[in-house]
């Protein structure tokens, strides 16, 4: 695994490296002159629009969503009693509007993590939107396009070093540290707006690393772990993919993604449920359209200790077969997984590298060993089911792409490709029930051999 052991790296040196990548940005930008400020309501201009949470005492995910590319930037304030003001994270969106419901209306948790989260005009040009603290957290902030809607993932349970002491860690060295808070009636900051990189595909696509560590290889492997003592049954969120507006891909015939998926992951429910073993719970159950960053803060917010999102593959080649199972990772193979990675993210594939640190930073250690393992054994228990009612059914194997769906998950994540819904010969095996049968008891029987061989990377919630 290409720098296994480096990818544990102190989140506070992630920031410092983060805060170089932005530093080059901000050099680049402070060439050019800077635009008039826009009008709020100008036509075009990027405007907050929403502004959506998920919570839990330990973990909360904040949207806020622009529709078009912002410039953005994040930073911390300490506690201040004597201005009894809470520890905030606060980004700053650069040549942006923001509704006016959403000035009025701060988003209220008071959960014990979080506080509030309010947003305000910080200067004619730049809108803040600051979220008030409990307690000091560490935090990740990163954007996904296609709509544009910047991300901040909390963490209020210590798996990771707490909140650096001063700015100057998490911020590029200069006048960044400076910036005030909105209730300072100090200057804004000077500094102009920076953005995440967005290096273009082709040059920056770094090849991923599919071999998994030879103690993976078999999921035998698995039962020499021990068994940890479990407080719960074991939760698990069945993800069908697409949904309402969204069909996912389209057969030669018609069959869309979007149906396939919601019976396999109905099914999936079904035969696990059974059991009174694991706590089953699913994205969506019926043809509604759901954005890919709340499939995952549904997951994390209910504890999921496993996370399967369910898709079905196509490709302009329809002689392209097969079953595939991924994780996340923040490059692909080839060509082919980069562009399934792209459509299923629903952005073009130039889109698709603007989270690649953040991936680095969120998913590393046990969980992707955990998801890799998982992945392994669901893709060839699938195959090993449908082969007994279709000969033939062809293993892909174990692969890896950046799914945003799974960008963020803290539990064991993977991303199921069953089949080519644009090949005919399959796209007519996806129409017969016994197939999806087939699709759902290989995954009910890896997640069952998962769960029972103990080897959960969070059984401790
Ligand atoms: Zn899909």
Redo the contacts with the bound molecule.
């Keep these: 695994m290409e720098g296994e052991a480096g990818e544990r790296v102190d989140l506070t040196l992630l920031r410092r490296h983060f805060g170089a990548a932005f530093l080059a940005v901000f050099l680049c930008a402070a060439a050019l002159p800077l635009a008039a400020p826009p009008a709020d309501a100008a036509p075009g201009v990027p405007r907050v629009s929403d502004i959506r949470a998920w919570t839990n005492e330990i973990y909360t995910r904040v949207a806020i969503d622009t529709g078009d590319e912002v410039s953005w930037q994040a930073n911390t304030l300490r506690a201040d009693p004597e201005r009894r003001l809470p520890p905030r994270i606060f980004i700053d969106i650069r040549g942006a509007g923001i509704r006016d419901e959403i000035l009025r209306k701060p988003v209220e948790v008071r959960n014990g993590l979080l506080r509030q989260v309010r947003a305000g005009r910080f200067d004619r040009d730049t809108v803040r939107v600051v979220i008030d603290l409990e307690r000091e957290s560490t935090y990740r902030v990163f954007a996904l396009p296609g709509p544009f809607r910047i991300i901040v993932d909390i963490d209020g349970e210590g798996e990771i070093p707490v909140l650096p002491t001063s700015p100057e860690a998490v911020a590029p060295p200069g006048p960044v540290a400076a910036v005030p808070s909105p209730e300072d009636p100090a200057p804004p900051p000077v500094t102009p707006p920076v953005s995440p990189p967005t290096p273009s595909v082709g040059s920056a696509v770094p090849p991923a690393t599919p071999a998994i560590p030879p103690s993976l290889e078999s999921p035998r492997a698995a039962a020499s772990h021990p068994a940890p003592t479990r407080k719960h049954r074991v939760r698990v969120m069945i993800d069908p993919?697409?949904g309402g507006k969204d069909p996912?891909?389209i057969g030669p015939t018609g069959l869309k993604?979007k149906d396939v998926?919601l019976a396999i992951g109905r099914k999936i429910r079904e035969k696990l449920s059974g059991s009174g073993e694991f706590d089953v719970r699913m994205t969506r159950d019926e043809d509604v359209f759901i954005p890919l960053e709340e499939r995952t803060a549904m997951a994390n917010k209910g504890r999921a200790d496993i996370f399967v999102s369910l898709?079905?593959?196509a490709s302009r080649n329809r002689s392209a077969e097969g079953f595939s199972t991924y994780v996340l990772s923040r490059g692909a193979s080839n060509r082919e997984d980069l562009e399934l990675a792209a459509?299923?993210n629903g952005v073009p594939v130039r889109k698709l590298q603007g989270v690649k640190f953040i991936i680095d930073d969120m998913f590393t250690g046990a969980r992707k060993n955990e998801s890799l393992r998982l992945a392994k054994t669901v893709n060839d228990a699938v195959v090993r089911h449908v082969s007994t009612r279709y000969p033939g059914a062809q293993s892909l194997g174990l692969k890896q792409a950046p799914f945003y769906v799974l960008v963020g998950a803290r539990m064991t994540a993977v991303l199921v490709?069953a089949s080519f819904i644009s090949n005919a010969r399959e796209e007519a095996r996806l129409r017969d029930p016994s197939c999806l049968d087939g699709i759902a008891d290989g995954v009910v029987e890896a997640v069952r051999y998962y769960g029972q061989n103990g080897i959960l990377a969070h059984s401790d919630y």
């Design positions: 993919g697409h996912g891909a993604e998926v898709h079905i593959n459509r299923e490709e």
